[in-house]
């Protein structure tokens, strides 16, 4: 996924944390 606007989403870090936890 790539980071809008230079900046990651906070929804979007959330997933990427929880699909690299599980």
Same mark, same amino acid.
């Given at each position: 996924? =790539? &980071? %809008? #606007? #230079? =900046? &990651?989403?906070? =929804?979007?870090? @959330?997933?990427?944390? %929880? =699909?690299?936890? @599980?």
């Amino acid at each position: 996924m =790539k &980071a %809008t #606007g #230079g =900046k &990651a989403n906070p =929804k979007v870090i @959330s997933e990427l944390l %929880t =699909k690299k936890l @599980s």
